[in-house]
């Protein structure tokens, strides 16, 4: 009887031992068949373009939303982290006002003066090596700046000049295969502002640019959306 229950404890083993193989071997998705490719390339050269958001300032001097355009690369060492840089143009205005006039008479009119960007990051890809459907979706940050290239004050003492950014934001990689492909970003360009001392003082017959609560130097968040194709190498 011992001998007889050994033998069928054995088979039951051998048995659940063949059934737990076939049924993790069915496990995941067939290699033909998986949502998850590998990257075949290492860099993208991206041509861009989309709208600049430019939250307005206090006393609307400031840079104002405009067409974005530019180059954006990456370089994919290994793994779920890459290189970025990116060049940009914004189309962009400014309201010039001469503070020592009382309003309306203080408004000059509107100037164009584009932006110029150029900034350096560290992004992650959230499915790693790989694309899932060919989506890689992916988060970046950075440091860089934004200037009007402009090393002069306007006529009421206003200066944009050359201001430091941090940058972050994410977007969405579509790699159909082969060469190129597409990418939608969201980045934020958070700079500085400060207005000039004469922003403070009450002209004759009129009131301040400002109050005198207003801090003198503020930060501003700035987004921009753009689309882009890759050429991938």
């Known amino acids: 009887m011992t ?49 600049y958001h430019a939250h307005r300032d206090p006393a609307d001097v400031g840079p104002q939303s405009g067409f974005i355009t530019g180059l954006h690369y990456e370089w994919r060492a290994g793994g779920p982290a890459h290189l970025t840089g990116e060049i940009a143009r914004i189309s962009s205005d400014r309201n010039l006002i001469d503070p020592a006039k009382p309003e309306p008479a203080r408004n000059l009119g509107t100037g164009s003066r584009p932006l110029y960007s150029a900034t350096a990051g560290l992004g992650l890809s959230l499915t790693g090596s ?36 941090f940058t972050w934001g994410g977007g969405v990689r579509y790699v159909p ?14 700079y500085q502002l400060g207005y000039p001392q004469t922003y403070y003082l009450e002209p004759t017959g009129g009131t301040p640019v ?24």
């Open 210 to 233: 400002v109050s005198a609560t207003q801090a003198k130097s503020f930060w501003l968040n700035n987004p921009a959306f753009t689309l882009g194709i890759s050429r991938l190498f």
């Open 177 to 190: 295969g082969g060469r190129w492909s597409i990418r939608a970003d969201l980045t934020n360009r958070m």
């Open 130 to 165: 790989k694309s899932w459907h060919h989506i890689v979706p992916e988060i970046a940050g950075g440091l860089g700046f934004v200037s009007d290239l402009r090393s002069k004050a306007d006529s009421g003492g206003f200066k944009f000049g050359t201001r430091f950014a």
């Open 3 to 51: 001998r007889h229950r050994a033998l069928l404890i054995a088979g039951l083993v051998v048995a659940g031992t063949s059934i737990g193989a076939r049924a993790s071997a069915q496990v995941g998705y067939p290699p033909a068949r998986s949502p998850y490719l590998d990257l075949e390339h290492a860099q993208e050269l991206t041509l861009i373009g989309g709208q």
